[in-house]
Every structure is written in C-alpha cells, then in structure tokens.
C-alpha cells in the first residue's frame, strides 16, 4: 500500500529549518556557517561577518 506525499512547500520547509537551526549559507561560498546570536527563522543566508572567517576556522 502507498501513502500519498504530503504536498511540499518550499516556503514553509524553509522557514521550519530557519527555526529548527541557527545554521544559515555564506552567499557567495554557500559555506554553511552558525549564525549567533539565533537569527529570525525567515532569514536564509548568513551575515557578511559570519562568512568573514578563514575557510580553516569553518567546520565542513
């Protein structure tokens, strides 16, 4: 028996994430960079001075 998939909604997975981690992408590296102090849920990509540091000082 198959169950149907709920629809999806890209917005709404978006903003669940944004809430769900304080984790947000650098946009010009898409390095995944924590954003501190917790950002709002809506946000989607990392502040410039998060992104500011050393590919080394970055955990991957």
Known sequence: ???PSPALDADSASLKAG???NLRVCAD???VVPDTPFP???T???PAEACAAAPGD???
């Open 1 to 3: 028996m198959r169950w």
């Open 19 to 21: 809430a769900d981690s």
């Open 29 to 31: 590296t898409f390095d």
């Open 40 to 42: 709002a849920a809506d």
């Open 44 to 46: 989607r990509w990392a």
């Open 58 to 60: 970055i955990a991957r």
